[in-house]
């Protein structure tokens, strides 16, 4: 970095311990340094060192009740990153791990993420670092009830429309908007991810899962490969894991392994995802659980042990920074031929780095999991128009809307010299937009 080495500078500077913060903004500023040099303008506007400074940063204090009668207090974040083209949108993320340097990693993520999908949406994200884990549902529900009694007064269907992430599905969901439209007595598209009975878009459960196997289809299918046959291996065992999982198998390959922060199962004979739905979705087990139900499947209690398996393709769908270099040097050394990120910055920049030198397929989470978000973009057009689309009709706009971004960001990665590079094209990509937008706008 040349242009863009003071900028970076800065952000160390001024987000003291928020390494993930840190790392998101660097693979992307070195990625935007070609951009910076043909747009000499846009550094004159100050444009690169506004985009990594959120327009808006909210922390605050969530008090709950458990059911033992004891008082809890967690801290809630809304980061509202960029509005050049369109509200803020992005997830709520409810983990213990959550701090504001996390949140503003997923928002600044967010904003080039959004832009790829085609769809008018800025950047943002939340969250907090409550614990779901082990809570009954009435806790739940008063944490999220809590949580929205102070979210409400910045989010709105024109303002800020948050969704789901990790921890937060569609129970969540349903607590927060139930308190969303109590408080506010008006009926809106105000989050995504709703349930189908108020104003949710079906496929919207599978759409990240799916769009990232779309995706990942298209780089294959660029390189005259596919999933046909692949063995395929995926961490995570939530949201994102399983309806990727569905869609691998339903392209031809066999899914063999999922993991959960505790272990990972090991199945040759293929997942089985009746088994993983009940698991999660109904009783909110564990993954080891799936031992129980299928005796001869194994449980290894070690989650990174996953990267191990000998695979052709590998799906990280967990969490950020869940496959370090090691990690790269035992898949390309076990044959893996591609590897499509449905978590949001799962693959360490060592990691990146050796599939890249090494010609290994690497589909960056921007791209790969825009599916995510564009169908909440989708969700949110339906609310609007006050009409419901088919599952297929959403489906079918999704696959669209993936094969887009593929297109958009494998021709920005040729055009910057570097075909196969497709976290050069992701980023520079998803910039375009939002430069020529922050630019037309003038310095606010
Ligand atoms: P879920 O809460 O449904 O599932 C999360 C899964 O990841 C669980 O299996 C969880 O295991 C595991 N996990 C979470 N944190 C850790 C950790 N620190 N170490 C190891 N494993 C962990 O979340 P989603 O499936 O929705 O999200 C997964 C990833 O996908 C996240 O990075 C999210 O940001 C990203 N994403 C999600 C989208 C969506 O639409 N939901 C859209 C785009 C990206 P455990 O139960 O043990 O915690
Ligand atoms: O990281 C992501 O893109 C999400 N968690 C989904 C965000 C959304 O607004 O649907």
Not at 2 to 25: I, M, S, T, W
Not at 57 to 74: A, Y
Request: include cysteine; hydrophobic fraction near 40%.
């Amino acid at each position: 970095m040349k242009l863009l080495a003071d900028v970076y500078e800065q952000v160390v500077k001024r987000n003291p311990g928020e390494p993930e913060f840190h790392q998101a903004v660097k693979e992307v500023l070195e990625s935007l340094e070609p951009v910076a040099e043909k747009h000499p303008e846009y550094v004159k506007a100050g444009i690169f060192s506004r985009l990594v400074e959120p327009e808006r940063q909210i922390i605050f204090r969530v008090p709950w009740v458990d059911d033992n009668g004891t008082v809890h207090v967690n801290r809630g974040f809304r980061v509202q990153f960029n509005s050049a083209i369109g509200p803020y949108k992005g997830g709520l993320r409810f983990h213990p791990s959550v701090n504001l340097g996390i949140i503003k990693f997923l928002g600044f993520e967010q904003c080039f993420k959004n832009s790829l999908t085609t769809l008018p949406m800025g950047g943002g994200k939340g969250g907090s670092d409550f614990d779901p884990k082990g809570k009954s549902d009435m806790e739940i529900m008063r944490f999220c009830q809590s949580f929205m009694a102070e979210l409400v007064r910045h989010i709105g269907p024109d303002t800020d429309v948050p969704a789901g992430d990790i921890g937060v599905g569609a129970r969540e969901i349903g607590y927060m908007y139930g308190m969303y439209k109590k408080l506010r007595n008006e009926f809106t598209g105000v989050l995504t991810g709703k349930g189908i009975t108020y104003g949710g878009s079906l496929a919207r459960t599978q759409a990240t899962g799916y769009g990232l196997c779309y995706f990942t289809d298209e780089a294959l299918k660029a390189k005259n490969l596919s999933f046909e046959g692949k063995t395929v291996i995926i961490s995570g065992s939530g949201n994102v894991a399983i309806y990727a999982a569905e869609k691998a198998s339903q392209l031809g390959a066999k899914v063999v392994a999922l993991n959960d922060s505790n272990g990972y199962i090991y199945d040759e004979n293929g997942i089985n995802l009746d088994t993983v739905k009940l698991i999660k979705e109904v009783q909110r087990g564990r993954i080891s659980d799936y031992a129980k139900h299928h005796t001869h499947a194994k449980y290894f209690e070690a989650s990174r042990g996953i990267w191990a398996i000998p695979c052709d393709i590998a799906l990280p769908c967990a969490t950020q920074n869940e496959l370090n270099g090691e990690d790269a040097e035992t898949l390309i050394k076990n044959g893996c031929v591609a590897v499509g990120e449905g978590a949001n910055m799962p693959c360490t920049p060592e990691a990146i780095e050796l599939f890249l030198k090494n010609k290994i397929i690497f589909a960056p989470a921007k791209a790969a999991n825009a599916g995510g978000v564009a169908t909440s973009g989708l969700e949110m057009s339906q609310n609007s128009l006050r009409l419901s689309w088919t599952f297929e009709e959403v489906d079918q706009k999704l696959k669209g809307i993936m094969k887009s971004i593929y297109t958009n960001a494998s021709e920005a990665a040729a055009e910057y010299g570097d075909p196969d590079n497709l976290v050069l094209g992701a980023n520079i990509a998803g910039f375009k937009k939002i430069a020529a937008a922050m630019y037309a706008q003038g310095v606010v």
